[in-house]
């Protein structure tokens, strides 16, 4: 059975497009530990970490962990720590490019398998009323960068290169690959 360690209903409902069974089993992890400035690096070392604290407990089952970030100006963006830390990525990314990195490692017994996908986001010209607006909907609290492409955010995003899923949460055809030629596993 494959279980994901993560509560993100995100990636949870990115998984499930993959029609295969699986249980949500969540990692609790400190991710303090990680003090990577360089995001594929971050992702990789937090996706590991993640996978790892769920399979000690589960070996014979196969286990995601995943982990997001955004980046710009070689800065990591994580999740706001509050409306102010919110407003000022947001301000940050208006009018310019970044990158959204995930990692994801899938870990069955001794075999561990991970990998890491960046894609390049283009936001608008954010004008102050409308990040307030956006702050006051609620919806950048517990997003990497402050925002969800899949949510309210998507309306500032002007375009991307590269995977869509990847700045969901999961990049769901990576990961698809990854387990039908490393681990087998067939729709």
């Known amino acids: ?51 790892q604290a769920v399979a000690k407990d589960h070996p014979q089952n196969l286990v995601l962990g995943a982990d997001t970030v955004v980046s710009i100006d070689g800065r990591i963006l994580g999740k706001p720590r509050d409306r102010e830390d919110a407003k000022r990525m947001l301000t940050l990314l208006s009018g310019r490019a970044h990158q959204v990195f995930s990692g994801f490692t899938l870990i069955k017994g001794e075999k561990r398998i991970s990998r890491a996908v960046c894609t390049k986001v283009y936001f608008a010209p954010l004008k102050e009323e409308e990040i307030e607006w956006y702050l006051d909907s609620g919806e950048p609290f517990d997003k990497a960068g402050s925002y969800g492409i899949q949510g309210l955010g998507g309306l500032f995003v002007s375009h991307i290169e590269g995977d869509y899923n990847n700045v969901v949460g999961l990049p769901l055809q990576a990961v698809y690959q990854v387990l039908k030629d490393e681990f087998g596993v067939e729709l």
């Open 1 to 51: 059975m494959l279980i994901l360690a993560s509560l993100s209903p995100r990636r949870k409902e990115l998984l499930s497009r993959l029609a295969l069974p699986f249980t949500v089993i969540p990692a609790e992890v400190d991710e303090s530990g990680i003090k990577e400035s360089d995001p594929t690096r971050a992702v990789l070392a937090l996706s590991s970490l993640k996978a």
